[in-house]
């Protein structure tokens, strides 16, 4: 048999994940060209304005004499009082989304903006960016250091850097903070701790019958994948209510890269003074003994995908604190859209799941031999999840993800 040794390669390869760059390059528009300007206000997390944010996203593409001065109210608490004096300035009902032309003309609400923005700007063929006092300025004369607030200046789907006021989107959904995240989840010592149980029942019940260790341990990991994704789905739509309260969306990017530092403490924590059982880490001793009894009842394929189904509801607690910072991440874009994010965090997920059953059906070594390695190691463990969270939670409050 192969005995498994410490995951220093492991641990590497994980940190990695935590730091590698992303960056967004930022455009300047044409200085002669001539625009069509408009005032836009939306928020992360609207519905609403989801709907409108993926429809922008081709259509300034293809209207490059289109600028949007974009104002983001729900993460850019400053943005609020720019917005009030607009509608105020201009007599125009509160809500949003809202692209605002002139004081004559404005489109407001998801449906009455894609079905009529293109009209809109093919009959004003030109028109001033409407500023918050009522007056206007073409947009080649307009100073980014002269808007109120913090507008990012939208041309053919690019972000005009010009300094002042005018700045680039922070980047509140990458691929690197939902690996990152998967990642901690991945190496949770809860999930292989419950796997190994059910494949140690298996094989007491049928020592010889490895084909059934296979079946069991793909069951029991798509049993995983199906629950998380629903649990995720909850999550997300519950930061995307949040978000339509005044004043919560503005904070609720910074309370989760805080939340991540917070757990990555905690995982440090048990690295460096490990205790069975520890708060938002593992499964709580208390627990334990449940799970064991409805693993025992496993005999086949079809108890291991049911028993997977309702075992996800006791690795909440030690598994439930990265995927709650992914949902709150991913409540930035349309619900059915985060299904593929979501697919993937999981897919992560259960990555040493599959491992574990593969290297068991293959013969590369025991279920006993994983579960002892699990335990001399559950410090190391701790510690790669701790420091891809911590750093994680850094990044994002610095802006480098």
């Given at each position: 048999?192969?005995?498994?040794?410490?995951?220093?390669?492991?641990?590497?390869?994980?940190?990695?994940?935590?730091?590698?760059?992303?960056?967004?390059?930022?455009?300047?528009?044409?200085?002669?060209?001539?625009?069509?300007?408009?005032?836009?206000?939306t928020g992360i997390g609207c519905p609403h304005c989801a709907k409108v944010e993926a429809f922008l996203k081709d259509f300034l593409n293809a209207t490059p004499n289109l600028v949007?001065?974009?104002?983001?109210?729900?993460q850019e608490q400053s943005n609020v009082p720019v917005m009030d004096s607009y509608i105020s300035s201009y007599g125009i009902p509160p809500g949003i989304p809202l692209i605002i032309f002139s004081k004559d003309v404005y489109l407001r609400g998801d449906s009455p903006i894609i079905d009529n923005l293109g009209s809109t700007v093919a009959s004003l063929g030109e028109n001033p960016c409407p500023l918050m006092n009522g007056s206007a300025m073409n947009f080649n004369e307009l100073a980014c250091d002269s808007l109120p607030g913090k507008p990012?200046?939208?041309?053919?789907?690019?972000?005009?850097?010009g300094g002042g006021a005018c700045v680039e989107?922070?980047?509140?959904?990458?691929?690197?903070?939902i690996l990152s995240l998967a990642a901690v989840d991945a190496v949770n010592p809860c999930e292989i701790a419950v796997l190994t149980m059910i494949l140690i029942a298996i094989l007491t019940a049928d020592p010889t019958n490895r084909k059934k260790?296979?079946?069991?341990?793909?069951?029991?990991?798509?049993?995983?994948?199906?629950?998380?994704i629903?649990?995720?789905?909850?999550?997300?739509?519950?930061?995307?209510?949040?978000?339509?309260?005044k004043g919560v969306g503005s904070v609720i990017y910074n309370v989760l890269a805080v939340l991540a530092i917070i757990l990555g403490v905690f995982n440090i924590r048990d690295f460096v003074s490990y205790k069975p059982g520890g708060f938002a880490t593992e499964m709580p001793?208390?627990?334990?003994?449940?799970?064991?009894?409805?693993?025992?009842?496993?005999?086949?394929?079809r108890g291991a995908f049911v028993i997977g189904l309702l075992v996800t509801l006791f690795l909440i607690p030690c598994t439930m604190g990265p995927y709650f910072i992914a949902g709150g991440l991913l409540s930035s874009i349309e619900l059915l859209k985060t299904i593929p994010w979501l697919v993937l965090y999981n897919l992560i997920f259960i990555i040493p799941m599959i491992v574990i059953t593969l290297i068991v059906y293959l013969g590369f070594t025991t279920?006993?031999?994983?579960?002892?390695w699990k335990e001399r190691n559950i410090k190391y463990l701790h510690l790669v999840a701790g420091a891809i969270l911590v750093l994680l939670g850094i990044a994002m409050i610095l802006g480098l993800v």
């Open positions: 048999m192969i005995k498994m040794k410490k995951p220093h390669l492991f641990l590497l390869i994980s940190l990695m994940l935590a730091i590698i760059p992303f960056s967004s390059a930022s455009h300047a528009g044409e200085p002669n060209a001539t625009y069509v300007c408009a005032v836009y206000f949007l001065l974009k104002y983001e109210l729900y990012e200046v939208l041309v053919e789907n690019e972000s005009v850097s989107p922070k980047q509140e959904l990458t691929i690197v903070k260790v296979l079946h069991v341990g793909l069951a029991f990991s798509l049993a995983i994948v199906l629950m998380y629903v649990y995720g789905l909850i999550i997300i739509r519950f930061f995307q209510l949040a978000q339509t309260l001793i208390f627990l334990r003994p449940k799970v064991k009894k409805l693993i025992a009842s496993v005999t086949s394929v279920v006993e031999n994983v579960s002892g």
